[in-house]
């Protein structure tokens, strides 16, 4: 199993920043792929951002541009950086891995954090 603790939430101005961190632990052999989403009360979870071990990423177009994900590998931590921050920003961000047992992820198995609370007042 995997557990995911994140870090980095809180409240900031809109136009701020806030760099969030989700660091992976327990009994795992390879992670493939790490990200983040974000769900605000009523609506679907979005995805926000994702980067694979080899650093290839993706990024909602809502925040292409003023966000910036990244991987240690080492680490086994993703973070995100977002910049000029706006208040539809406002969510709980949640983190994920994917991983597997072994050296090659076929069929990654997905954990998740429990989410950090990220607010952006206007």
């Known amino acids: 199993q995997v557990q995911l603790v994140e870090s980095g939430g809180g409240l900031v101005q809109a136009g701020g920043s806030l760099r969030l961190s989700c660091a992976a632990s327990?009994?795992?052999?390879?992670?493939?792929?790490m990200g983040w989403y974000r769900q605000v009360p009523g609506k679907q979870r979005e995805l926000v951002a994702h980067?694979?071990?080899?650093?290839?990423?993706n990024y909602a177009d809502s925040v292409k541009g003023r966000s910036t994900v990244s991987i240690d590998n080492a680490k086994n931590t993703v973070y995100l950086q977002m910049n000029s921050l706006k208040p539809e920003d406002t969510a709980v961000y949640y983190c994920?891995?994917?991983?597997?047992?072994?050296?090659?992820?076929?069929?990654?198995?997905?954990?998740w954090g429990q989410g950090t609370q990220v607010t952006v007042s206007s």
């Open positions: 980067i694979t071990n080899g650093g290839n990423t």
């Open positions: 327990g009994s795992f052999f390879t992670i493939s792929a």
């Open positions: 994920y891995a994917d991983w597997g047992e072994h050296t090659i992820v076929v069929v990654p198995i997905r954990s």
